[in-house]
């Protein structure tokens, strides 16, 4: 019988709570221990989630014996220094996105985990959602084709609040490490890293960028056209189109339970030799009927699920919980197998990501690398 993993939780916000409401859904791991700026705080996590021990201080839970595994889960720019004292103590390490700061620091714990001997993975748990399984797994037996190009936007409406750490470059900050590492992660996933990278942003006037736009290009003609924001509320979808057809993560894609397969078996209307366009469906019907209120009732209701329907295959893959069970079973399995890395969210995987955010802050003036 495999080993059951022992799994400490350092700090107590609000993907803390998120990631251990999910512990039942795990398996072979279980959830001993969380630990806290303040022991209050701690206590009450421990409580809520039925948690054995409850302690203050990083120090006192890496003291802690029984604990085989701690996720990290602190603030952006104390996730370097935080893993590196996990490696240090022999404990292993799932650091929330970011990695870290940027490309050095990253480089800092990598080389500390694998002198160490230490299993260390970042819990990009987008990696590891069914829907984005499948969906990788459809793109390598050939569904679309070859990719040739890639776009996303991941954008959420935060309130213009400069206290926030989100919106302040020393606290790392920002809409590309906070919400735009998930976009260049899922593409290098797809296509490895990029030949080259161009960005733009908006930055607060604490440093930090509040909105960011960015493009990919990859050797073989790959394109990717990106955007994240902290201020409004986007479409948050990716699509991954190739010359055989069309794939879209549907929204939110970060954790999607749908995606849709549309393949390129028609020509375009605009396309040469190209069928005369007919109407179908609601625009096949008389200009009159398909103007009425109880048309428009019905488009406004049920028109987005039957465009679904007559553009693509839908695929439907729901799960329990929030989602983050899957990058847990993940390192529960790398640790019971004794492996120091995984396959599927490797280290060199982790530093590409970030050696791309660091090129694209390079080119934004007032926005120097931590």
């Known amino acids: 019988m495999a080993k059951i993993i022992r799994w400490g939780i350092w700090g107590t916000g609000a993907i803390a709570e998120q990631l251990a409401s ?20 701690a206590q009450a996590f421990a409580q809520r989630h039925g948690v054995p021990r409850a302690y203050e201080g990083l120090d006192v839970l890496l003291a802690d014996p029984d604990v085989d ?34 490309a050095a620091e990253a480089q800092r714990v990598i080389g500390a985990a694998r002198q160490q001997h230490v299993f260390c993975m970042e819990a ?47 606290q790392g900050g ?49 394109l990717g056209d990106f955007a994240s924001s902290l201020r409004v509320r986007s479409s948050n979808e990716f699509v991954v189109a190739g010359d055989r057809g069309l794939l879209r993560l549907c929204d939110p894609f970060y954790r999607p339970q749908r ?20 109407p179908t469906g ?13 048309v428009q009732r019905l488009r406004s209701k049920f028109g987005p699920f039957l465009s679904l329907l007559q553009r693509g295959k839908v695929h439907s893959l729901p799960f329990a919980g929030n989602g983050y069970q899957f990058q847990v079973d993940e390192v529960t399995r790398c640790l019971q197998q004794q492996q120091l890395e995984s396959a599927i969210m490797p280290l060199d995987d982790s530093l590409a990501v970030m050696q791309t955010l660091d090129k694209l802050r390079s080119q934004w003036p007032g926005s120097e690398l931590l």
């Open 22 to 41: 999910d512990f039942p859904l795990t398996k072979g791991a279980t959830l001993h221990a969380v630990s806290s700026r303040t022991l209050t705080r």
């Open 69 to 102: 595994v701690v996720y990290i889960a602190t603030p952006n720019h104390c996730h370097a220094d935080d893993s590196i004292a996990c490696i240090n103590a022999g404990k292993a390490v799932l650091c929330e996105k970011p990695f870290a700061l940027n």
């Open 124 to 170: 990009m748990w987008t990696r590891f959602i069914p829907a984005i399984v499948e969906a990788r797994r459809m793109i390598e037996a050939g569904g679309i084709g070859k990719i040739r190009l890639l776009q996303g936007n991941f954008g959420v409406a935060m309130p213009p609040n400069l206290e926030s750490r989100f919106l302040h470059h020393e």
């Open 174 to 222: 920002g809409a590309l490490l906070d919400l735009g590492v998930y976009l260049i992660s899922l593409a290098q996933h797809l296509l490895g890293p990029p030949l080259t990278v161009t960005g733009v942003a908006t930055l607060t006037a604490a440093g930090a960028d509040e909105q960011s736009a960015y493009e990919l290009a990859w050797a073989d003609g790959a």
């Open 259 to 278: 995606l849709v397969i549309l393949p390129v078996s028609t020509p375009h209307p605009m396309a040469p030799n190209a069928e005369p366009y007919t």
């Open 282 to 294: 609601l625009r096949a019907v008389a200009p009159s009927l398909r103007n009425s209120k109880l």
